[in-house]
């Protein structure tokens, strides 16, 4: 995003991204169609949005904090610690909103923890939140042992697994709906987003153009604390469980998505609109693939190899491009030099 | 089982120093943890228990060497894990299906296709240009998957592996278990081989600084590649150990390890920003995390802590990594060259 290099080749091949995505998209579901009749049903599609509403919300404040050059992989262990926390305040009998307002606050704290080491002590992001993922899941232990709680009140439960009347759009999939719209708003249309590109871009440049980088991570690692709480609590209706190993391993789709959205790893670069087509294609192949009797072991090593393709292809392609266009600079070289000769 | 620091025979100043110190400092914490469980539980040392010590930390011991180097070239590998349960359920079918075959073979099997996953990991990283993070993050999953589907329900028992084989992890030699005797041969060779060798030494320039790794003409991406295969080898082997451990293996072996792993890495002194630490270091990493969980255990704290004392020790590792750096940064200006 820097005003360095205003070429349109750039500006191509982020809209060939998006573009890729949209057409793997539409090849999915007219695949999906075509295997399965029971595809395009509203009762699946109310189950295949259902089934990626966690994950989708634990992404969109991911796909900023890659965008900075960070990264949060603990959001799955702040899931299951929420997800832990409303099951025990419930079986103490808290009043549920007050139950769900201390979860929340309890993943602010958490993001604030991590924040507060990246930011404050210069730690790398990638090694606090190894250690937060075993910290914050090792609290969800603490809270709830190995029980389950599930007698959860029925208006609730009923958020997480009802519709919107008419429709077959799932309760849950409407919040991820709002929060999608304020993240595509603030990192395309507000300051604060041109901010995060500059930060990915070169933080020594965002540094010296005022942007106030530690205020900017620290909100953003609180905001994936708040929202990884909330797909806690989305979790924990949906399935009416609270369990402490709820959601384990949900990190590895939140960063497949957020990386095949086409956010580059070393950051700087990507778009909300990215992230959410990848989330829907992940989303449907998980579903097509449940749908054919697909093992759920075979879905891991599909998702595994999903973030590992959604990177090494861009490398692929801009390794190819590179030796393209040395050979073709090698060409003229040896064109000018034949000219030469031939004077 | 102390270790005695290394001396600095070459002159490499406050690195050694500093690494000394931090193994001096983890011997005392063990020996601190210790004392004080027993004066609290006395039944904490007795040569039943020690045994179970030395068991419990010889397999974390040995996935601490292979990720040590990673860890010392700023990579991570995640992946170990998988390629434990894999190659641990590799070697119980082996068994199974061919009665008689010899233990060596099983062994030298279960390393080559511990070596083979490591050089997946290898290839991507190394050539794909693919973050170390990732890439063993996609592995982890892949991996654990292809051995899901593979073992589909199955198990392999206790019955079904020779007793000379399960000796590796029951029979003693001079009151040390074969097991952790394997460990301890290995440890010696990583040791000598990081410190005197030129391929060692690269483990470290690459961590320490990789652009002057790459102006010193070293072939970064072959010492990336070496890396990952001898973590993958070493994981290959450490499958093959788990059998001999427990005997009984499913698709869920080993699940987890890996976060055990890299805390006692990195308590042990090796510095997640790559370049400082040893693997005699590392190793006491993994043996004050194995008496801290003994510490647990006899204390009767509910097993539940154990994660989130594994998540703070990790953190407080990295914290004081960074802290000793930015001291040692103040202190010194250009005076001593990184490694």
């Not at chain 1, 871009?201 to 005022?210: D, E, I, K, P, V």
């Not at chain 2, 009767?300 to 004081?320: E, K, N, Y």
Request: net charge positive; proline share 3%.
């Amino acid at each position: 995003m820097s005003e360095s290099q205003p070429s349109t080749r750039r500006l191509a091949s982020r809209v060939s991204w998006e573009t890729i995505l949209a057409l793997l998209l539409l090849i999915a579901v007219a695949g999906g169609a075509l295997l399965n009749k029971d595809f395009l049903t509203a009762d699946n599609w109310a189950n295949l949005l259902a089934n990626f509403v966690e994950i989708a919300l634990m992404a969109l404040p991911l796909c900023l904090i890659v965008i900075t050059g960070e990264i949060d992989l603990s959001v799955a262990s702040m899931l299951g610690l929420s997800s832990s926390l409303l099951g025990l305040l419930w079986e103490y009998k808290l009043a549920m909103p007050l139950g769900i307002v201390i979860c929340l606050v309890a993943g602010a704290l958490c993001g604030a923890l991590n924040g507060f080491l990246i930011v404050r002590f210069r730690l790398p992001s990638l090694a606090v939140t190894i250690g937060t993922l075993a910290l914050f899941r090792g609290f969800a232990y603490i809270t709830l042992g190995d029980k389950a709680v599930a007698d959860f009140p029925p208006e609730y439960a009923e958020f997480g697994i009802g519709v919107i009347p008419y429709t077959f759009i799932p309760m849950p999939f409407v919040l991820f709906v709002v929060l999608a719209l304020i993240f595509w708003v603030l990192l395309h249309h507000t300051t604060v987003g041109r901010s995060l590109y500059a930060i990915g871009g070169n933080q020594t440049a965002a540094r010296f153009s005022g942007v106030n980088i530690s205020r900017l991570k620290m909100l953003l690692f609180v905001a994936s604390g708040v929202i990884s709480a909330l797909a806690g609590i989305v979790f924990t209706f949906r399935f009416s469980s609270s369990r402490a190993d709820n959601g384990t391993g949900f990190e590895l789709s939140a960063i497949a998505a957020v990386f095949l959205g086409g956010i580059l790893v070393q950051g700087g670069k990507g778009t909300v609109t990215g992230v959410v087509l990848a989330l829907l294609l992940i989303g449907i192949i998980n579903n097509v693939l449940t749908l054919a009797d697909v093992a759920s072991e075979i879905l891991r090593i599909v998702t595994g190899s999903l973030l590992i393709i959604s990177i090494l292809l861009p490398n692929l392609i801009a390794s190819t491009r590179e030796r393209l266009r040395l050979i073709q600079r090698q060409r003229e070289i040896a064109k000018l030099g034949a000219a030469s000769v031939a004077k | 089982m102390t270790m005695e620091p290394k001396s600095s025979l070459d002159g490499q100043g406050w690195l050694n120093a500093l690494v000394r110190s931090r193994e001096v400092s983890l011997v005392l914490l063990i020996a601190v943890l210790t004392a004080l469980t027993t004066v609290l539980n006395p039944r904490f040392v007795n040569p039943q228990s020690l045994k179970d010590l030395m068991l419990n930390v010889s397999i974390i011991a040995l996935l601490v060497l292979g990720q040590t180097v990673i860890i010392l070239m700023r990579q991570i590998d995640l992946s170990i894990s998988s390629i434990v349960g894999i190659t641990a359920f590799l070697s119980g079918t082996l068994f199974v299906n061919n009665p008689g075959i010899p233990s060596v073979v099983v062994v030298l099997i279960a390393v080559l296709a511990g070596l083979l996953l490591g050089a997946v990991n290898a290839v991507l990283i190394a050539w794909g240009k693919i973050p170390a993070l990732i890439t063993t993050l996609g592995t982890l999953y892949i991996f654990r998957g292809a051995n899901y589907a593979w073992v589909h329900g199955r198990q392999v028992n206790a019955v079904n592996v020779p007793g000379s084989f399960l000796a590796i992890g029951t029979s003693t030699l001079a009151g040390i278990p074969i097991l952790t005797w394997i460990v301890l041969i290995l440890l010696v060779v990583f040791s000598i081989g990081l410190r005197q060798y030129r391929a060692g030494r690269e483990f470290y320039a690459i961590g320490s600084n990789p652009t002057a790794a790459v102006l010193a003409g070293i072939n970064v991406s072959r010492r990336l590649a070496t890396g990952f295969v001898i973590s993958g080898a070493i994981a290959g082997l450490a499958g093959a150990l788990w059998l001999a451990r427990f005997g009984t293996v499913d698709a869920t072996a080993a699940e987890g390890i890996e976060l055990t792993v890299i805390t006692s890495t990195v308590v042990g002194g090796v510095a997640i920003t790559g370049g400082v630490g040893t693997v005699v270091g590392a190793f006491l990493g993994a043996l004050l995390l194995s008496v801290f969980s003994s510490t647990l255990v006899f204390l009767r704290v509910p097993s539940f802590w154990q994660q989130a004392f594994q998540g703070a020790m990790l953190l407080l590792a990295i914290a004081v990594d960074a802290y000793l750096a930015h001291r040692h940064a103040l202190h010194s200006r250009v005076r001593w060259s990184r490694v």
